[in-house]
Nanobody
Framework: QLVESGGGLVQPGGSLRLSCVVS????????MRWHRQAPGKERELVAT????????TYADSVKGRFTISRDNTKNTVYLQMDNLKTGDTAVYYC????????WGQGTQVTVSS
């Protein structure tokens, strides 16, 4: 099970930190990802992090503004989002892969003045 939290309404230029708590499988071995889906658009891969956090990747649209991290002692992956733009408005989903794939229910992020 993956449970996201931390979404909300924020003004442009603001920050949010999303969290995703994992249970039911071995978090330490899982490759974690954040995706997002804006209204009327396809789901987009935002950021990824390897099981030991040695490798992180970002979509070009969020590089330099978003930071993915994980705490394997808390079975939690985070997405720190800074300098948010209206184009970041979307439902953000946590995704895990360990040979099987798991998805959270999503958390809404709205960037608006």
């Amino acid at each position: 099970q993956l449970v996201e939290s931390g979404g909300g309404l924020v003004q442009p230029g603001g920050s949010l930190r999303l969290s995703c708590v994992v249970s039911g499988f071995s978090f330490n071995a899982a490759y974690m990802r954040w995706h997002r889906q804006a209204p009327g658009k396809e789901r987009e891969l935002v950021a990824t992090i390897s099981s030991a956090a040695a490798t992180k990747t970002y979509a070009d649209s969020v590089k330099g503004r978003f930071t993915i991290s994980r705490d394997n002692t808390k079975n939690t992956v985070y997405l720190q989002m800074d300098n948010l733009k209206t184009g970041d408005t979307a439902v953000y989903y946590c995704n895990a892969w360990d040979g099987n794939e798991y998805w959270g229910q999503g958390t809404q992020v709205t960037v608006s003045s």
